[in-house]
């Protein structure tokens, strides 16, 4: 029974044994019909890229590369997870990410492709051992976030990107589509 309902429930408890009744039935009415909702509908834009590494060597091709890959493979694994049905974005290019062109125009690019969710986020490369994976998904129907969320990973090759794309999609299953 959620928090909300134990609450109400305690309330209606006090106040009369028929009214308890009905907020029964009520409530059995409402988790039914919160069983036959939909899937949510997400839109998963392009991760960002910054890197403050300070490195000397240029690594902008291979982390463009990397990141192409990252994304890919984000997308690939949620279009998988059975609890969400995903859709693309029309802008699927390199600045297609909440850095350019931006939220607005990312939040009214997912509700055109029928998302009633976005997925957001950014790879920041902060050493050459260390970076981090921040991502937000907000619900568009209530201009809300769902979740906000920082994961960190080891390494800058593409094992370590691919296995930081592999944890993310697992996180953001486990604390985004799941809870909502």
């Known amino acids: 029974m959620p928090y909300s309902y134990r609450a109400l ?3 209606i408890y006090r106040q009369s044994p028929l009214l308890l009744l009905l907020a029964g039935g009520t409530a059995v009415t409402f988790n039914l019909s919160a069983e036959a909702k939909p899937p949510p509908t997400l839109a998963a834009a392009n991760f960002a890229f ?16 990397r990141l192409h890959a990252l994304n890919e493979a ?6 998988q ?10 802008c699927q ?24 969710h976005l997925l957001f986020g950014e790879v920041h490369k902060m050493s050459t051992l260390v ?19 920082t994961l960190s990973y080891r390494g800058d090759n593409d094992q370590a990107w691919q296995h930081a794309a592999r944890f ?3 996180d953001i299953e486990s604390n985004c589509i799941d809870r909502g």
Not at 81 to 90: E, I
Request: net charge positive; charged share 25%; aromatic share 4%.
């Open 9 to 11: 429930y305690r309330f």
């Open 50 to 65: 910054k890197d403050t590494s300070g490195e000397i060597k240029d690594q902008t091709a291979e982390h463009a590369r």
């Open 74 to 79: 984000v997308r690939h694994g949620l279009a």
């Open 81 to 90: 997870n059975g609890k969400v049905k995903t859709v693309l974005l029309t």
């Open 93 to 116: 290019n390199d600045t297609c990410n909440a850095a350019e062109p931006g939220l607005e125009v990312l939040a009214a690019e997912a509700k055109k492709a029928g998302a009633n």
């Open 131 to 149: 970076g981090w994976i921040k991502y937000a998904m907000v619900d568009l129907s209530q201009n809300a976030a769902v979740c906000e969320r």
């Open 168 to 170: 993310a999609v697992r």
